[in-house]
């Protein structure tokens, strides 16, 4: 029986080669989650520390990993693919994960300033109750 309504997920759970990303644009709060985890760190943000931009290719899900004052920052920007659920259930899901060196320097440097490492992520696209 083919469902005949379908729900878009609210909770993104992937990982790949060390990492794992949890993302939900929700939570009981009202405030989208997402928790970063690699080899070295756990990181969680809310709120206004993820910033989503809508794009042709899905949701690009970013955030601040590191920061520093003088040399510049990584960032971890998730690609969220369109995804339709039936009801409740869980599906699995494959998409990219991006992580972005920003260098910066107080004397102008010349050459590529952002370097992306991507990495694949496979998981899950879930509709759950808050």
């Given at each position: 029986m083919v469902p005949t309504s379908f729900n878009e997920p609210n909770l993104y759970q992937v990982s790949g080669k060390h990492l794992h990303i949890s993302y939900s644009t929700t939570g009981i709060d009202g405030k989208p989650k997402f928790t970063y985890q690699d080899l070295h760190?756990?990181?969680?943000?809310?709120g206004e520390e993820i910033r989503t931009i809508h794009t042709e290719v899905g949701v690009l899900?970013?955030?601040t990993i590191r920061l520093t004052v003088d040399t510049g920052g990584t960032?971890?920007?998730?690609?969220?693919p369109r995804v339709n659920i039936p009801s409740e259930q869980v599906v699995p899901i494959q998409t990219?994960?991006?992580?972005?060196?920003?260098?910066?320097?107080?004397?102008?440097?010349?050459?590529q300033r952002d370097l992306y490492h991507?990495?694949?992520?496979?998981?899950?696209?879930s509709r759950v109750r808050f």
């Open positions: 760190q756990t990181l969680s943000f809310s899900v970013s955030v960032t971890f920007s998730l690609l969220v990219v994960g991006i992580t972005t060196v920003h260098k910066f320097s107080i004397i102008p440097v010349i050459g991507t990495t694949h992520l496979t998981g899950s696209a």
